[in-house]
């Protein structure tokens, strides 16, 4: 079995303008470096709630481009022989990214001077607007009428256990068979499929025994498989 590492952006926003992965090839035991250049046709991972038109400009690729939009954005994945050899592979990498202006929250998005996606001209990927009853005249007859602004710091979802996944193909039969925390088994499955150019009946995906789901397993983001010459890779 081979085991793969992730090299994760350590900037918020930037161009990556070279991966110097020489010194990860010269370790014995590591397998492949791979960048968005070696995989050519980077797919995008899908929405699977409201998959509105128009949100597919925000679509989310599975190894960054020419662009990183977030800290930990996966830049580079390195396979090795075990999880050290490929531990090892990320820290030998010198990865150089030009800086851009960050967006550090909601009120710089909605200015747009700094675009995460410039072809779309704009950050927000959606706007809503809710209507109901008179607000205008509610206000205008209350008793009390207080103005106030709230704000929350960012949340998301952190397990304490790691996280991966299991992937094994089967040459002969042309099916993988994948093993992880998936919580939305079926739409992992067809999501997979499509990004690695399979049909959702050669994919078996199986949710192991967890203790629950709480949202961080809710995409196939984590399920990072890159197909070698005799495997699939474990991430």
Known sequence: MLHAAVLRSPVAHGLVAAVDASAALAIAGVRAVITAKEIGAVPHIPLRLLPLPGTERFLQPVIATERVRYVGEPVVIVVGDSPALAEDGVGAIALDIEELPHVPDRPASGRDETLLFEKAGTNAAMVFTGVKGDADAAFRG??????E???????TALPME????LAEWDAA???MTVLGAAKVPFFNRDALATMLGLSPAQVDLIENDVGGGFGARGRSRAAHLFKTGRSWCAL
């Open 149 to 155: 602004r709230f704000a929350v710091q960012r949340y």
């Open 162 to 165: 790691p996280r991966g996944v």
């Open 173 to 175: 039969q042309g099916r």
């Open 142 to 147: 209350a008793d009390y009428v207080r103005r």
